[in-house]
């Protein structure tokens, strides 16, 4: 129940195509989803985050799109760049504990 | 510029040997985190700190130790007990108190086995 069921495993995407990483999880305590960016020999940085009060949040061309009676949550990556390849990770938490939940993982790879 | 130094960045463990990695922040963070990560695994919680002297286990802490004597460190120690120790450490801070604060990482240690 406390697992975060995170796919695909990998990524492919064009430059300026979108990027879709999806989560999954069971324990309907959780309120507070992050995702997180990682580039390799580097630690993890928060990118964008969202509660479920609301069912979308967008920063730049970053989108959580949050399904509360489904219990899923993506990220949505808009004119996906080179840059972007990174492996990103999504997250969550409950209102009672500072832990964090992770999936494991997406690697995207964006090519030009 | 505030934030988590991680050291050594590489790090090599003989057999039955102990060996610690550090992790000192300059966030004025109250909240400490191990993070032990391995190839399609994610991040998975080793030991954490909400406070100095006090420290939990965290899902896999079985072969490890942690102090937290000052709140700018957090050493983890790697014991001879910790059959399969080769990964990616990470250690994070956090707000404290304040729920859903977001968790800043260091750069990491990659610990390898001779």
């Known amino acids: 129940q406390q697992q975060v069921k995170q796919s695909p495993q990998s990524l492919i995407v064009q430059k300026g195509g979108i990027s879709i990483i999806n989560c999954a999880y069971e324990n309907t305590a959780f309120d507070y989803f992050p995702w997180y960016q990682q580039f390799p020999g580097k630690g993890p940085a928060l990118l964008i985050a969202?509660?479920?009060?609301?069912s979308e949040k967008k920063e730049g061309r970053f989108t959580i799109s949050f399904n509360k009676s489904a219990k899923q949550f993506s990220l949505h990556i808009m004119d996906s760049q080179p840059g972007d390849s990174a492996t990103y990770f999504c997250a969550a938490s409950s209102d009672n504990t500072d832990k964090l939940i992770f999936g494991t993982g997406t690697r995207l790879q964006v090519f030009p | 510029d505030g934030g988590i130094t991680q050291s050594p960045k590489y790090l090599f463990r003989k057999e039955g040997q102990n060996v610690t990695l550090s992790c000192e922040q300059n966030l004025n963070h109250d909240a400490m985190y191990w993070y032990r990560q391995d190839p399609g695994q994610g991040l998975r919680l080793i030991y954490y700190?909400?406070?100095?002297?006090?420290?939990q286990k965290g899902d896999i802490a079985e072969g490890y130790s942690v102090s937290r004597e000052k709140k700018e460190s957090f050493p983890l120690t790697v014991t001879s007990a910790q059959k399969n120790p080769t990964a990616f450490y990470l250690c994070?801070?956090?707000?404290?108190?304040?729920?859903?604060?977001?968790?800043?990482f260091g750069d990491g240690t990659r610990l390898s086995i001779l």
């Open positions: 994070a801070s956090s707000v404290a108190g304040i729920y859903n604060q977001p968790q800043h």
């Open positions: 969202i509660r479920p009060d609301v």
């Open positions: 700190s909400q406070i100095v002297n006090d420290f």
